[in-house]
């Protein structure tokens, strides 16, 4: 599957290179997706396979730089999300009703988290789900309840983090030893030059990647809506709605009347009347979307 991925050579400038190189994939419109999906689905057909990897390989390296704080190549990360996503597209069920991007991101974060408790310590960090979960939010938990003190945690501490992460006390304060100790903020987490500093793990009080990709796929079904909304228009309508209502730089009546020969008055009443035609789709539509049942 996707024998043509690029690869992310080691070295100055190499991650630059692979992030030009996946930015020419295109991104796959929702239809053209569930094709593709369909078509290796039921005809394991490569060349579709390949396209829906490429075209998803910009959220492998986006959900990759999250995880580039633990010191590990950044090249093997991203090859190890890639893996991750090929899996996914595997088993993408293109009927349920959601795009690859929603199933494929949480393939990507295993395989990535995967790899870094094979990799990270001698000490197999955590083997359990709980365990491993500890592992992942222990400084994003100790960031939240302003437990960034070097060495053990205070007991209350530890039985809040404990008790919101489903774990034994034992473990937090295990995992917390193992994980820092009494090392500085700023000592490296490896010996390798650019591996890293401690304080990279501190919390990051941006928005998650699912937030980011939920905005986005909202985003998505909006503007596929008034798309689908100014169907409803005639030519002459859909031109003067899109001039005053969508256009960065909106025309003026004036220029409007006199590219059609009628009044500014005129051109005023399509504009409004081509406004309450899409503003009644677009809510048809999402009356109708309410509706469907859910997969």
Do not use: C
Not at 61 to 79: C, D, F, Q, T
Not at 259 to 273: A, K, L, P
């Amino acid at each position: 599957m996707a024998q043509n991925v690029p690869t992310l050579t080691a070295g100055e400038g190499g991650l630059s290179r692979y992030l030009d190189e996946i930015r020419k994939f295109p991104m796959l419109q929702p239809q053209e997706e569930y094709m593709l999906a369909k078509r290796y689905k039921e005809h394991e057909d490569p060349a579709a396979a390949e396209r829906l990897v490429n075209s998803h390989l910009r959220l492998v390296a986006k959900i990759a730089m999250g995880y580039r704080g633990y010191g590990l190549p950044i090249g093997e990360v991203v090859s190890e999300g890639n893996v991750g996503l090929m899996q996914a597209v595997k088993r993408f069920e293109p009927d349920k009703g959601f795009r690859l991007a929603t199933y494929a991101m949480w393939w990507i974060k295993a395989a990535i988290q995967e790899y870094i408790l094979r990799s990270w310590s001698l000490v197999k960090m955590g083997t359990t789900a709980n365990q491993k979960r500890l592992f992942f939010n222990l400084r994003r938990l100790k960031g939240k309840i302003q437990a960034l003190d070097e060495g053990d945690l205070k007991p209350h501490q530890v039985k809040e983090i404990a008790t919101r992460l489903g774990v034994s006390e034992e473990e937090v304060i295990s995992m917390n030893r193992r994980l820092g100790g009494d090392a500085s903020l700023n000592a490296p987490v490896r010996a390798e030059a650019d591996a890293g500093e401690w304080q990279d793990w501190l919390v990051d009080e941006s928005e998650s990647q699912e937030t980011l990709l939920a905005n986005q796929e909202e985003l998505d079904q909006r503007r596929q809506m008034l798309s689908e909304a100014m169907e409803v228009l005639n030519d002459r309508e859909r031109r003067i709605f899109q001039a005053r209502r969508l256009s960065e730089d909106p025309m003026t009546l004036e220029d409007l009347s006199g590219e059609f020969g009628v009044s500014r008055e005129r051109v005023r009443q399509i504009e409004v009347r081509a406004f309450e035609k899409v503003q009644k789709a677009v809510r048809n539509s999402a009356r109708t979307s309410d509706q469907l049942p859910v997969a």
